[in-house]
């Protein structure tokens, strides 16, 4: 099965300053480049466990004694960690999104470039697909997904247009969804309109940055002392919720001072922003929007 080139493969493994005999986890295996990349540099005693609740990611496991696949969402990694063994580690990655896997699988719904089943499950044994809440959300919550996770400013006017043709007909279909909304996709930006209108409905099938919510808040207990956190992150919503947790330990409003005005953020950044080169960005169109953020424990 063909998975893409990983994204800032070196840059987000060096950031983990992977040690021989450490513990270290790949939370969007995928295809498996970051996790491959992790096993060379460990050592015999060291450990790597992947998470991905995609079936297909089950055919590229790796072979190989000292590396686990948990098929299990990575909202839950501190729960199967400890089923594991595990408590602390040394490090974590996280390569958000989709993978081009999933966006070259017609059939799977991702994609605005293939017509397919409206899908957008990354875990496919989960009941609601992006075909549910095209045809059976109200006005309102359409809108409010559209506005909140596509960042779309005439999301009420979208939403009340798939509302009303969806009453003569089901949309069944990425393409039948592209044509009951053609009158927003002006030629000029009909590409990054209804790719913002998919990553909405993507967003809240995935629950996605509730899944990331939860899973950066067991980082700092789950980190060892100068453990690692590597995160790559392809759009302005994932970013910002890594950007302020690493920056306050919280997603909105600002950390309580102490009566001396200190405050007790539990991570720190590591280094600058790191963005792909102009090089990987032309070799990999996937990369041109990537962003990868390092954090460490506070002391």
């Known amino acids: 099965m063909s998975y893409h080139n990983p994204v800032l493969l070196q840059e987000s493994v060096n950031a983990l300053s992977i040690k021989e005999g450490g513990v270290y986890v790949d939370v969007t295996f995928g295809g498996g480049g970051h996790s491959r990349e992790i096993l060379k540099r460990l050592g015999v005693n060291g450990r790597l466990f992947g998470f991905d609740q995609d079936p297909d990611a089950l055919s590229n496991v790796i072979d190989d004694e000292r590396f686990v696949l948990i098929p299990e969402n990575f909202q839950y990694i501190s729960r199967f960690l400890r089923f594991n063994g595990v408590r602390k580690v040394d490090g974590v990655l996280a390569d958000l999104g989709v993978s081009s896997h999933q966006f070259d699988e017609a059939e799977r719904g991702f994609s605005t470039r293939f017509d397919g089943d409206l899908d957008m499950r990354m875990n496919q044994k989960s009941r609601v697909s992006a075909k549910e809440i095209v045809n059976e959300y ?3 919550k359409l809108a409010e997904i559209l506005f909140l996770y596509g960042e779309l400013r005439n999301s009420r006017n ?32 009909e590409h990054k309109i209804i790719a913002q209108i998919f990553q909405a409905i993507r967003i809240e099938v995935n629950e996605e940055l509730d899944v990331l919510r ?23 919503l994932e970013d910002r ?3 302020r947790f690493i920056r306050t330990g ?15 953020e539990p991570l720190k950044k590591v280094g600058k922003l790191i963005v792909p080169t102009s090089q990987e960005v032309k070799a990999n169109n996937r990369a041109r929007s990537a962003k990868l953020r390092i954090a460490t424990l506070k002391n």
Do not use: C
């Open 158 to 189: 979208i939403a009340k247009t798939i509302v009303e043709k969806r009453a003569g007909a089901k949309i069944n279909t990425s393409f039948q969804l592209r044509e009951v909304l053609r009158k927003y996709l002006p030629k000029a930006k």
């Open 214 to 236: 939860e899973f950066l808040e067991q980082i700092p207990n789950l980190l060892k002392d100068e453990g690692r956190l590597s995160v790559i992150s392809y759009h302005s």
């Open 250 to 264: 919280l997603f909105s409003g600002e950390p309580r001072k102490d009566v001396f005005g200190n405050t007790s």
């Open 241 to 243: 919720l890594v950007k």
């Open 138 to 140: 109200s006005e309102e």
